[in-house]
């Protein structure tokens, strides 16, 4: 398919408009002169470190101060009075709301432009309240397309597997073996929406069932899939008026004990060159095309992810879920050779709500980062708490450069991002839980970013990788607070949503 096979947007009457944008060139220096106010609004900035490099007038509005105050684009207003958060569209809405971030706002002038990674109806608002426009999708739509019953039946219509499964209402343990007759009986179930390590059950038999069932029963619908013996592997993507833009496949690490507490549950990227074989990066190359094309007919534009299982028993290779967003992974999709070498994948998502035309090979551009020798090699880390205990930091590690040594890690520099990280004996680490914060499990700590690979061809961690994880964890010291039961169970509930 080419740029022609695809209908483009009615050109913008803006003044800003008045050139057409020819190809990736103009893109860049289109960013580069850049005089729209933009924010990122989020917890922390990780998902789109180092895009203020790319985006002149991009600033960060941050709920956590990950740099101690010496990020040059970063604002984190000082703390208000508000209730325990349960979501990241609630840290979101309570930084548009608050006073010192209206000020910002308007002291930068009108007309601003906001991206979020997460936010809903209520955000929508705020937003407009403060004159910004989200360069984003509606909340309802990415809200029903986040739906895994809706992202199933989407990549059926668009020709793409999922692991065989079947989509029902399940209230009994009779109810599952039911409709997931021909599916055997070691089986995966689905909510709707969630983290997959929160929102995924193991059910073998009927006492696994038991341990799960208060949070089936009541589902409308759950998917119900045969269990596999999955390698987990993530994509990143772009609907443009032009067509969809496709990143190339990465690793995903799951549900590592050293890294989350969560069964199922995400903890980490790497790219590489050949991450798995020529055949599969092919497949899952034009399965995310495909679904793109049809997230276009949903009315959907811009960045999303796909989760793909590739099946160690067949090599057959399935999708996983979507995430209609910006996502944890998107900051190793941002910094790596193809995107530093064009542009990085989120420039492309900006520009179709900057009020500007623009031309773009996307057949060209996804040969070009379909080529392994435009692929470097970086992984990354997810530290979360994984003990059921609660502590108050004393000490944390601070953002910035880290350097393995014989004796363990130490801290080398200052830095905002892993441009500096020159070796796999050096590694970006990104706080997000310091001092004077609560631990509890699942609390997100920080990420680790380095060159290489943190897994084995059989997808177990390196010994680098965990000599790096236990190097981090040894550098935040809690102590045990003292705290009401009420206190203690509001926290445990926290660590049902991550910052990142």
């Keep these: 398919m080419t740029s022609s096979d695809i209908t483009t947007s009615t050109p913008s009457t803006d003044a800003e408009a008045a050139e057409r944008l020819d190809g990736v060139s103009d893109i860049r220096r289109f960013f580069y002169r850049n005089e729209t106010p933009i924010y990122f609004v989020s917890p922390t900035n990780f998902n789109l470190l180092g895009a203020d490099e790319w985006v002149k007038g991009l600033k960060f509005i941050s709920y956590i101060d990950t740099f101690d105050g010496q990020h040059p684009n970063v604002f984190v207003p000082s703390e208000a009075p508000h209730e325990v958060f349960g979501s990241i569209e609630e840290i979101n809405n309570y930084l548009l709301e608050h006073k010192e971030v209206a000020d910002y706002v308007k002291k930068r002038g009108p007309g601003g432009k906001v991206l979020f990674l997460m936010f809903d109806e209520r955000t929508e608002a705020l937003a407009a309240q403060l004159g910004l426009e989200i360069c984003f999708p509606r909340a309802d739509l990415r809200t029903r397309l986040d739906n895994k019953m809706v992202t199933t039946r989407i990549a059926a219509r668009a020709g793409v597997a999922s692991v065989p499964n079947v989509i029902a209402r399940v209230d009994s343990y009779e109810a599952l073996c039911r409709v997931s007759s021909d599916l055997g009986t070691d089986l995966v179930v689905q909510t709707a929406f969630g983290d997959s390590g929160h929102t995924t059950f193991f059910i073998s038999d009927e006492a ?76 899952a190359r034009d399965a995310t095309f495909a679904v793109g094309e049809e997230l276009k007919k949903e009315g959907y534009r811009g960045y999303f992810e796909l989760d793909f299982l590739i099946d160690e028993g067949s090599n057959e290779i399935y999708l996983g879920e979507m995430n209609p967003r910006i996502t944890g992974a998107s900051s190793i999709t941002n910094h790596t050779v193809f995107a530093l070498s064009d542009a990085p994948l ?42 059921s205990t609660i502590g108050i930091l004393r000490e944390a590690p601070a953002t910035g450069i880290w350097r393995m040594t014989g004796d363990g890690v130490q801290f080398a520099r200052f830095d905002t991002h892993r441009r500096m990280v020159e070796s796999e004996n050096e590694a970006f680490f990104l706080r997000i839980t310091g001092p004077g914060d609560y631990v509890y499990e699942g609390a997100d700590l920080g990420i680790l970013v380095s060159r290489g690979r943190f897994m084995t061809d059989a997808f177990r961690l390196t010994d680098r990788a965990r000599s790096w994880i236990h190097g981090i964890r040894s550098q935040f010291v809690a102590d045990e607070p003292a705290i009401v039961p009420e206190v203690a169970e509001t926290l445990a509930e926290v660590g049902g949503f991550k910052m990142v």
């Excluded at 589902?219 to 990143?236: L, Q, W, Y």
């Design 346 to 387: 989120f420039l492309f998502h900006l520009l179709e709500w900057m009020d500007v035309d623009y031309d773009l090979d996307v057949q060209a551009l996804n040969a070009r980062w379909a080529k392994p020798q435009n692929v470097d090699g970086w992984s990354q880390l997810v530290i979360k708490h994984t003990e």
């Design 208 to 283: 696994s069932w038991r341990k799960h069932a208060g949070e089936i029963v009541g589902e409308d619908e759950v998917k119900v899939m045969r269990r596999i013996t999955p390698r987990g592997a993530a994509i990143e993507a772009c609907v443009t008026r032009h067509g969809t833009i496709v990143a190339p496949l990465m690793t995903e690490l799951v549900g590592f004990p050293e890294l989350t507490p969560y069964k199922g549950g995400w903890c980490g990227n790497e790219i590489y060159a050949d991450a798995f074989d020529r055949g599969a990066r092919e497949a």
